[in-house]
T-cell receptor, first 114, second 120 residues
Framework: DAKTTQPNSMESNEEEPVHLPCNHS???????IHWYRQLPSQGPEYVIH???SNVNNRMASLAIAEDRKSSTLILHRATLRDAAVYYC???????????????FGKGTLLTVNP | ETGVTQTPRHLVMGMTNKKSLKCEQH?????MYWYKQSAKKPLELMFV???????ENNSVPSRFSPECPNSSHLFLHLHTLQPEDSALYLC???????????????????FGPGTRLTVL
């Protein structure tokens, strides 16, 4: 499985944008890029995913580099409730097989200061 | 109830006890998963069930025994556990589009709140 590299921790101020980076230099052409986050004392929750194009949803934006070797999760205005561990995960695209397996790394612990 | 629920939320057991963790999903999904999250370690996938059939066993010791009686319920039976098995056990579900799924379909996983297990 292709691996991802994320900073161990990042800090942000409330109501400011946050850019969480992820490197995945060994990504294959058929790998999806996913982001999940885990708030304190909760299970992980899906944030966003993409393949080649940048993606936006109500929670965040995902900017994918042209060569797909890195991506950035963007929280446009961080709130205290966004404090969590953010995981960048790759899984192969396909109609079955291992495409449902999520392999979690250590993620990035985001601290949001009031 | 909505989403994925897990019971109990907290469990303390001795090494000779037998207990079971329960997971229920109310999302109409056909795939369910058990994950383990130990202190200071990443989440580890333990088991995957697809249409009630086990499709993945990630080298989990036999003292952990999963059961999936239907697509809405998933159990993890525990017996003769060790203190190092103390962890947060998370259940998840997704709609696996294996059957004729479109190429490039993605199956978001929905997680429960977990059961905090302590083995004495």
């Amino acid at each position: 499985d292709a691996k991802t590299t994320q900073p161990n921790s990042m800090e942000s101020n409330e109501e400011e944008p946050v850019h969480l980076p992820c490197n995945h230099s060994t990504i294959s052409g058929t790998d999806y890029i996913h982001w999940y986050r885990q708030l304190p004392s909760q299970g992980p929750e899906y944030v966003i995913h993409g393949l080649t194009s940048n993606v936006n949803n109500r929670m965040a934006s995902l900017a994918i580099a042209e060569d797909r070797k890195s991506s950035t999760l963007i929280l446009h205005r961080a709130t205290l409730r966004d404090a969590a561990v953010y995981y960048c995960i790759l899984t192969p695209r396909g109609s079955g097989g291992s495409n449902y397996k999520l392999t979690f790394g250590k993620g990035t612990l985001l601290t949001v200061n009031p | 109830e909505t989403g994925v629920t897990q019971t109990p939320r907290h469990l303390v057991m001795g090494m000779t006890n037998k207990k079971s963790l329960k997971c229920e999903q109310h999302l109409g999904h056909n795939a369910m998963y058990w994950y383990k999250q130990s202190a200071k370690k990443p989440l580890e996938l333990m088991f995957v069930y697809n249409f009630k059939e086990q499709t993945e066993n990630n080298s989990v010791p036999s003292r952990f025994s999963p059961e999936c009686p239907n697509s809405s319920h998933l159990f993890l039976h525990l017996h003769t556990l060790q203190p190092e098995d103390s962890a947060l056990y998370l259940c998840a579900s997704s709609q696996d589009r294996t059957s004729g799924g479109a190429l490039g379909s993605y199956n978001e996983q929905f997680f429960g709140p977990g059961t905090r297990l302590t083995v004495l």
